[in-house]
T-cell receptor
Framework: DAKTTQPTSMDCAEGRAANLPCNHS???????VYWYRQIHSQGPQYIIH???NNETNEMASLIITEDRKSSTLILPHATLRDTAVYYC?????????????FGKGTKLTVNP | DTGVSQNPRHKITKRGQNVTFRCDPI?????LYWYRQTLGQGPEFLTY????????KSRLLSDRFSAERPKGSFSTLEIQRTEQGDSAMYLC?????????????FGPGTRLTVT
């Protein structure tokens, strides 16, 4: 079973920031938080990952709470092409398969 | 295009027939993963390879399913005696097994419909 809880759906206006929350209260010390997204009829696409510190890349920012029990993915200026299902995944990084256990994700709709 | 290719993209088969899917990962990636995704659900892990060795299989991978990666390059996933419940999108992903590498690159998937 997925170790994360996400809202089923969210809406965001084009050009505004999209903030997608994720709860992972049972995360262990050696597990990372990954975010992937899946645009309709395509394979999932990696967005960002983190352990403890906040992370930023060209696609998004990841804010992880100090107790690591929740995180927020931020798309700073959402566009219509960001409409997708966003998956928050907790995965052990070092060693092993590092298989991804997907939940149902959050369906983000960016409106014009 | 991530560089991971899957063929065929779509397959329609009758119940009881065998099907085989192929995945070509990014060339320098030594880890290869198979996932299955049914409508409205997230992808579910099936199995993974490190080079040619199959190191983990999910309980979802029944005896009718077999996966190979004979030379550590491309991989095949075969389903024997297909059932309607096998209808799904089959996704392949690959990853480079190096310390700083963490990203799985997914292919476009093969959509299987069993009639």
């Amino acid at each position: 079973d997925a170790k994360t809880t996400q809202p089923t759906s969210m809406d965001c206006a084009e050009g505004r920031a999209a903030n997608l929350p994720c709860n992972h209260s049972t995360i262990s010390g050696n597990e990372y938080v990954y975010w992937y997204r899946q645009i309709h009829s395509q394979g999932p696409q990696y967005i960002i990952h983190g352990l403890k510190n906040n992370e930023t890349n060209e696609m998004a920012s990841l804010i992880i709470t100090e107790d690591r029990k929740s995180s927020t993915l931020i798309l700073p200026h959402a566009t219509l092409r960001d409409t997708a299902v966003y998956y928050c995944i907790v995965s052990f990084r070092r060693g092993g398969s590092e298989k991804l256990v997907f939940g149902k994700g959050t369906k983000l709709t960016v409106n014009p | 295009d991530t560089g991971v290719s899957q063929n065929p993209r779509h397959k329609i088969t009758k119940r009881g027939q065998n099907v085989t899917f192929r995945c070509d990962p990014i060339s320098e990636h030594n880890r290869l993963y198979w996932y299955r995704q049914t409508l409205g659900q997230g992808p579910e892990f099936l199995t993974y390879f490190q080079n040619e060795a199959q190191l983990e299989k999910s309980r979802l991978l029944s005896d009718r399913f077999s996966a190979e990666r004979p030379k550590g390059s491309f991989s095949t996933l075969e389903i024997q005696r297909t059932e309607q419940g096998d209808s799904a999108m089959y996704l392949c992903a690959s990853r480079q097994d190096r310390g700083s590498s963490y990203e799985q690159y997914f292919g476009p998937g093969t959509r299987l419909t069993v009639t």
